[in-house]
């Protein structure tokens, strides 16, 4: 890495933590801090959804198949655009609609104190470990792009680099400080910031690396046979793809970093806009952000797979666009670590020590929110520094946060649409689609508890054949058929129903739509975070001997986006 390189980077680091620090202003009780205050623009709301989807692994997994199969990656990754549009259109305005300040509020509302603390808890511990995890990855993937002198007390003698410790603790400390200060107003605006900081790298790095390879025409001419398939009849199905969006429906219906989305607008036309502007983002987008890989394919075909996005975005990149890159590496993993430390941090703040307390002020329960930001972060980075020696466990949590995703979030999505089930639909679900996963994870293979008996091996056999079908079958259909049963057998309206119902009832009369609006300084702040790039587009060029009019036409680029914004909020303030 070049000077120019580590200038940018460190210029990202501390301008999201500046960013968290002004955003802070707009932060003065609780609800500002896991809610913005329901006054988040609809479209910050979106773009942070869609950044949410992001982590490290997005470059290494995601980068990794579409080095091997092309646009099978891309059409998996639509799924979540269809997913996102089919929430829009069902989902996304009645969680507006129900007048909850938390995810966690109406699971305790709907299921009961059981479920709320079987939820929290079980989520939590999946959540954080498997965050944790994505911070490791994405630390270990960037301190091997960054090198360092020998003498630099953060420098690892054995690899010449960046100490992968220092690493977990600088990059985990900036996202635990901007949270913590700024809450979900820091973390939706940074998301903002890094949905432009990544699109801005990989729209740097796909016409420089279509120009390596005779353009357009000479990367479609030169590209394996079926590169360009949809599906992979052996693995990557029709039949997987539906799978794959119906899970997604669930994880981004029901999950609570996505709900908090939608809650945090103005309205249910907002929660539904906004989820719409996600969905719409991921029917683009892949295709754009998986060319770099792809297109890496024809020119290095005997690349290691995992580092070719790397390898594709390092090879045509001027100088200082590298660190834009790991720029753009790191706010995935941060969009998806300050999601779950906000969203966790709301439901131990507000559902768990608020009903414990005596004596609840606005500002205790803000103080209370930042005290746990900082020790579920605290936690997080212990648990990143020490994946390694977790072994096992680790990859034991994660196949379990595998095997639990639906079975726990199908009941809370099932719920909002049934009148008759209840706490108990919770335990069943979540505990029959838990045995099941088991069985079918840990009890089949070349090293399942099964794989020595005999009378199993036609069984474990067709079990190796039809693990794609088993995964949507656990994942999907199991749970949800458990449901079905649970409604059918159950009768009347549950309480729990009921609960909620009041509780919209109550928030619709104190709350009217027509009286909700968004908050423009959030905008205004981001409009200038714009200009400070753009700025440093320009900056870039003296650094460079060529590609410069690339660098000048993306830092015009950026100046024409903070113009609207700034026109937007003007024309906005003056309609109101």
Request: with cysteine; glycine share 10%; hydrophobic share 55%.
């Given at each position: 890495m070049a000077t120019a390189d580590w200038t940018?980077?460190?210029?990202?680091?501390?301008?999201?933590?500046?960013?968290?620090?002004?955003?802070?202003r707009l932060v003065k009780?609780?609800?500002?801090?896991?809610?913005?205050g329901g006054q988040s623009p609809w479209w910050a709301s979106g773009l942070s959804a869609f950044m949410?989807?992001?982590?490290?692994?997005?470059?290494?997994?995601?980068?990794?198949?579409?080095?091997?199969?092309?646009?099978?990656?891309?059409?998996?990754?639509?799924?979540?655009?269809?997913?996102?549009?089919?929430?829009?259109?069902?989902?996304?305005?009645?969680?507006?609609?129900?007048?909850?300040?938390?995810?966690?509020?109406?699971?305790?509302?709907?299921?009961?104190?059981?479920?709320?603390?079987?939820?929290?808890w079980a989520m939590m511990v999946l959540r954080v470990?498997?965050?944790?995890?994505?911070?490791?990855?994405?630390?270990?993937?960037?301190?091997?792009?960054?090198?360092?002198?020998?003498?630099?007390?953060?420098?690892?003698?054995?690899?010449?680099?960046?100490?992968?410790r220092w690493a977990i603790l600088i990059f985990g400390s900036v996202v635990v400080l901007y949270t913590m200060i700024g809450g979900l107003w820091a973390v939706l605006m940074t998301d903002v910031l890094q949905f432009i900081i990544l699109n801005l790298a990989v729209l740097f790095a796909v016409p420089l690396a279509l120009s390596q390879v005779g353009g357009l025409g000479g990367f479609i001419d030169a590209a394996p046979e079926g590169f360009f398939d949809l599906v992979k009849e052996e693995k990557y199905t029709v039949f997987f793809l539906a799978g794959w969006a119906a899970i997604h429906f669930f994880m981004i219906g029901a999950e609570w970093a996505f709900v908090q989305r939608f809650l945090c607008v103005p309205t249910k036309k907002d929660a539904r806009k906004s989820t719409f502007l996600f969905g719409a983002l991921y029917l683009v987008s892949p295709l754009l952000w998986l060319l770099p890989p792809m297109i890496y394919r024809v020119?290095?075909?005997?690349?290691?797979?995992?580092?070719?996005?790397?390898?594709?975005?390092?090879?045509?990149?001027?100088?200082?666009?590298?660190?834009?890159?790991?720029?753009?590496?790191?706010?995935?993993?941060?969009?998806?670590?300050?999601?779950?430390?906000n969203v966790f941090s709301g439901v131990l703040t507000n559902d768990i020590y608020?009903?414990?307390?005596?004596?609840?002020?606005?500002?205790?329960?803000?103080?209370?929110?930042?005290?746990?930001?900082?020790?579920?972060?605290?936690?997080?980075?212990v648990i990143a520094l020490e994946i390694e020696k977790l072994g096992e466990v680790k990859n034991l949590i994660i196949s379990i946060t595998e095997l639990m995703v639906v079975p726990l979030l199908a009941p809370s999505l099932w719920g909002v649409f049934s009148k008759r089930i209840g706490g108990r639909a919770v335990w069943i679900t979540g505990l029959s689609g838990f045995i099941l996963g088991?069985?079918?994870?840990?009890?089949?293979?070349?090293?399942?508890?099964?794989?020595?008996?005999?009378?199993?091996?036609?069984?474990?056999?067709w079990v190796a054949a039809n693990a794609n079908f088993l995964k949507t079958f656990v994942g999907v259909i199991f749970p949800v058929s458990v449901l079905a049963i649970v409604e059918l057998c159950s009768r009347g309206v549950d309480t729990g129903w009921q609960a909620v119902a009041d509780l919209s009832c109550a928030h619709e009369a104190e709350s009217p739509e027509a009286a909700a609006h968004s908050n423009p300084v959030a905008a205004k702040v981001v409009a200038w975070c714009l200009v400070v790039c753009g700025l440093m587009m320009f900056s870039l060029i003296f650094v460079n001997e060529k590609d410069y009019g690339i660098l000048a036409g993306f830092g015009v680029v950026l100046f024409v986006i903070a113009g609207t914004i700034f026109f937007a909020v003007r024309k906005a303030r003056e309609t109101a």
């Open positions: 940018v980077l460190i210029a990202y680091l501390l301008g999201t933590v500046l960013l968290g620090v002004m955003l802070g009780n609780s609800s500002d801090m896991f809610s913005a949410t989807m992001f982590s490290a692994n997005t470059f290494v997994v995601w980068g990794s198949i579409a080095f091997d199969v092309g646009m099978v990656a891309v059409m998996i990754n639509l799924m979540y655009g269809v997913a996102a549009l089919l929430v829009g259109f069902f989902v996304a305005g009645r969680w507006k609609a129900m007048g909850i300040a938390t995810p966690a509020e109406y699971v305790g509302l709907r299921f009961g104190a059981g479920a709320l603390h079987f939820y929290t470990v498997g965050t944790a995890a994505a911070l490791y990855a994405l630390a270990k993937i960037l301190v091997a792009l960054m090198p360092l002198d020998p003498s630099n007390p953060l420098c690892d003698p054995e690899t010449g680099n960046l100490s992968l020119s290095n075909p005997g690349a290691d797979a995992e580092q070719a996005y790397i390898l594709a975005c390092k090879s045509v990149l001027p100088i200082g666009m590298v660190g834009l890159m790991l720029a753009a590496m790191f706010s995935a993993t941060a969009s998806m670590v300050s999601s779950q430390l608020k009903p414990l307390a005596k004596k609840c002020t606005p500002k205790s329960l803000l103080y209370a929110g930042r005290i746990f930001t900082i020790i579920l972060g605290a936690v997080l980075i088991a069985l079918v994870r840990f009890g089949f293979g070349t090293d399942g508890w099964f794989s020595g008996m005999a009378a199993m091996a036609s069984l474990n056999d």
